[in-house]
């Protein structure tokens, strides 16, 4: 299963609504996954089963989609968000990633 | 507290083996799932390989026949072993944990390995 991953990168000002989408090349149910990733560090899970905030990720994320197309959306972009954003399909025992989104602060 | 600590990394030849080590603390290897995700420098994420706390094991395509990924309970630790390496395996290797066989949820730092001559 393809992954793929809209906009590659983008740049928003604080407080700025901003909306990643992630389409799968077949329909995977809701088993997607989203991760935020920062330089040098490794990423960090924020929702899985396409919309489950995990415990500890602010409420600025939300995420939504089934099927084969998913949206990560921050609600109001704070400064600390800066950071490639990937979505990760478990529809089959091939695990696969998008490409990534990169959000930068304007 | 979750903590992974990844080591093995280093230059190889291509056609090279390594074994990497994920030591694992505050939780048991054997009863949660656990896999290998990787990063070549700059580029995005790539799975690798994952261990179902059952035992059963996965391969990514571009992996098989050439990785092993198996675990010591007795030392907590989860391993890759890599044979016949390739340039295109160089990439930082993450561990990863979860409670269930759908994401990673928590990693470890990470080990760069590098295939090159």
């Known amino acids: 299963i393809q992954m793929t991953q809209s906009p590659s990168s983008l740049s928003a000002s604080i407080g700025d609504r901003v909306t990643i989408t992630c389409r799968a090349s077949?329909?995977?149910?809701?088993?997607l996954s989203w991760y935020q990733q920062k330089p040098g560090k490794p990423p960090k899970l924020l929702i899985s089963?396409?919309?489950s905030l995990r415990t500890g990720v602010p409420s600025r994320f939300r995420g939504g989609g089934s099927g084969t197309d998913f949206t990560l959306t921050i609600s109001s972009l704070q400064p600390e968000d800066s950071a490639t954003y990937y979505c990760q399909q478990s529809y089959n025992t091939a695990y696969s990633f998008g490409p990534g989104t990169k959000v930068e602060i304007k | 507290e979750v903590q992974l600590e990844e080591s093995g990394g280093g230059l190889i030849q291509p056609g090279g083996s390594l074994r990497l080590s994920c030591a694992a603390s505050g939780f048991s290897v054997s009863s949660t799932y656990m896999s290998w995700v990787r990063q070549a420098p700059g580029k995005g994420l790539e799975w690798v390989s994952f261990?179902?706390?059952?035992?059963?094991?996965y391969y990514a395509d571009s992996v098989k026949g050439r990785f092993t990924i198996s675990r010591d309970i007795s030392k907590n630790t989860l391993f890759l072993q890599m044979n016949s390496l390739r340039g295109d395996d160089t990439a930082v290797y993450y561990c990863?944990?979860?409670?269930?066989?759908?994401?990673?949820?928590?990693w470890g730092q990470g080990t760069l390995v590098t295939v090159s001559s």
């Open positions: 077949r329909s995977i149910s809701s088993f």
């Open positions: 261990m179902y706390s059952s035992g059963t094991t």
């Open positions: 089963g396409a919309s």
């Open positions: 990863a944990t979860s409670d269930g066989p759908r994401d990673f949820q928590e």
